[in-house]
Structure formats: C-alpha cells, structure tokens
C-alpha cells in the first residue's frame, strides 16, 4: 500500500526526508497558530508538504509533524460540524462535516478528512461552519472504467456497486459512526487527467479530477495503482484517505 507522501512524490526514505524538511522549512510559508506554527511548502504540480513547528519562548523550533496535501482544482461546498484534534499531536486534526447541494440548501452526505493547517484554520472555527474545501483523495486502491457504458455494465453484474458519482464514507461506518475518520471510496468521472512529477524528486505521480456527488474532488495516486490511462470521460473508483483545507 502506498504511503501518503510518496502518493504525490515526496518519499519517507532516511537518506532524503531530512533534505525535504530543511527545503520545506527554509522555502515554505509561514502560518502561525496558538499551538505553534506551520511552513507550508508547495514545490509545484500541486504537491504540499506541510511541517509542523514547536516553538518555543525563547524562540527555538522543534519538528512535531508534517503532512502532505494536493490541490488540483478540485472544490466541494461543505458544512463542517465538528473538529477532532490529534490526543497526542495537537497541531494535526480532522474535520467531520456535511457535503452540500449547489445551493448549500440540503446535507448529501457525512464525510471527515485530515486537515494539514488544522490549528489555525480549523480547530478554532465557530461550528456549524459553511466552507468551500479544496478535498484530496490519496489513493490506496484505485479502479477505472473507459466510460459510463463500460462502468454501467460491469456494475450490472455487481449489484453491490454504487452508482457513477458517488462518495462512501467508510471511514465512519461500524464502531467509528460518529469518529473523525479520514477514509473514503470516491466513484466519479474523470474531467482532468494528468501525469504529473514532483518538482522537489521528480517523482510522477497520477492525478484525476473527479466529478462526483457533490462536487469535484481530486484523487491522486502512486503509478502503480494506475494501470493504463485514464482519459477525460472515463469513470474512476478509488478508496482513498481525504485531506482537505479551507480554500481561499
């Protein structure tokens, strides 16, 4: 299974994570928080890595975390119910919110993903909350279909398979209903496609941009998941853990 990191090109590997970190604290923006500050690094092709700084009042910093997040383009419109800090790491958290309609007038579905600024963004907010997120899928498992006919078909000999757009919480089923679990399938139709390579490794990686219920979210995903080429118009399915941040 791919790691989250390496999904969008970044590696965990010894010899080149603390190169990574230095570039990132030394080349990344700063977001300050109560509970400490962040330096947001974004190299290209829509990679992030976000390092998570102690500080202390003398002025010193101390590595807590890092986390990787994408941004495509991809928007959903959301009404965010609560937030979960970490219990051991509190500048990481997650969210649990409600994907809207078009007009913000009906709840669809639930949802909870991993939030990588969370202390300064999130975990302060007056809930409920209504925000548009910039929501990534990290894929663990990804599938495709050439189009609609193909995915129709081979879902009419799967009854169990869910519609073309779609979007399963499987993260708050079982005994996490009602936890901040940051794990989903997203079924959608492609509407972008690309290879794209990390900058800082020169790393590829797949995006897709997916059209599913309630609006787009990108899924990005280690090559080898990734048999093929996935066109625009094509369905996909990924299980994916989410990241999202509030957009601008």
């Not at 010894?14 to 080349?27: H, K, N, Y």
């Not at 050439?146 to 000999?157: F, L």
Request: hydrophobic share 45%.
């Amino acid at each position: 299974m791919p790691d989250h990191f390496r999904t969008v090109g970044f590696t965990l590997e010894r010899d080149e994570i603390a190169s990574l970190i230095g570039r990132a604290v030394d080349g990344g923006t700063v977001l300050a928080s109560p509970r400490g500050e962040y330096r947001a690094w974004t190299p290209g092709a829509g990679a992030e890595l976000w390092v998570m700084l102690r500080v202390s009042p003398e002025g010193g910093r101390e590595l807590t975390g890092m986390a990787p997040h994408f941004d495509g383009g991809g928007r959903i419109d959301a009404m965010i119910e609560a937030v979960e800090p970490h219990p051991e790491f509190p500048m990481e958290g997650e969210l649990y919110a409600w994907a809207l309609d078009g007009a913000g007038a009906h709840a669809r579905y639930p949802f909870s993903a991993s939030v990588p600024d969370f202390a300064a963004t999130a975990a302060d907010l007056t809930l409920p909350a209504r925000v548009t997120l910039a929501l990534a899928g990290f894929a663990q498992e990804l599938e495709w279909w050439p189009d609609d006919a193909a995915y129709r078909a081979d879902r009419a000999a799967r009854p169990t398979e869910v519609a073309e757009a779609d979007l399963l919480p499987i993260g708050l089923f079982g005994t996490a209903t009602g936890k901040a679990r940051a794990r989903a399938v997203v079924t959608g139709a492609v509407v972008a496609s690309a290879l794209r390579t990390n900058p800082a490794t020169e790393r590829r990686f797949r995006h897709l941009r997916l059209a599913t219920f309630g609006g787009e979210i990108d899924v990005v995903a280690d090559l080898e998941l990734v048999p093929g080429d996935p066109g625009i118009g094509a369905v996909a399915r990924a299980d994916c853990w989410l990241s999202a941040r509030i957009a601008d």
